[in-house]
Nanobody
Framework: QVQLVESGGGLAQAGGSLRLSCAAS????????MGWFRQAPGKEREFVAR????????YYLESVKGRFTISRDNAKNTVYLQMSSLKAEDTAVYYC?????????????????????WGQGTQVTVSS
């Protein structure tokens, strides 16, 4: 029902910045809480950031706090992840995801199972 397409990934040097975008189809984007996850080779997909429907509440993986900022523009059906002070360990495929119910359901915000729709991912590679 909802298609998510990530973009903005690529190569960056350690200490550099990169901005990821996730464009959503449909006209109900503002009804969804949105999250960013990442998955490095051989590792589990992990939570990175989440933003509420109206953008008023955000959560972050501890290791990215102060470096990454999640934001959204509901008029453009787009969620962003601004990444600064990049580290080699940030290298991963980054996925955006949509949660239809938000706090109305019983899932944890950091749990992949809470999210209903996923993008195809965009590669972020940070070289040191």
């Amino acid at each position: 029902q909802v298609q998510l397409v990530e973009s903005g990934g690529g190569l960056a040097q350690a200490g550099g910045s990169l901005r990821l975008s996730c464009a959503a189809s449909g006209r109900t984007f503002s009804s969804y809480s949105m999250g960013w996850f990442r998955q490095a080779p051989g590792k589990e997909r992990e939570f990175v950031a989440r933003i509420s429907r109206r953008g008023g509440t955000s959560y972050y993986l501890e290791s990215v706090k102060g470096r990454f900022t999640i934001s959204r523009d509901n008029a453009k059906n787009t969620v962003y992840l601004q990444m600064s002070s990049l580290k080699a360990e940030d290298t991963a495929v980054y996925y955006c995801a949509a949660d239809r119910l938000g706090i109305s359901d019983s899932g944890a915000y950091y749990d992949t199972s809470k999210y209903d729709y996923w993008g195809q991912g965009t590669q972020v590679t940070v070289s040191s």
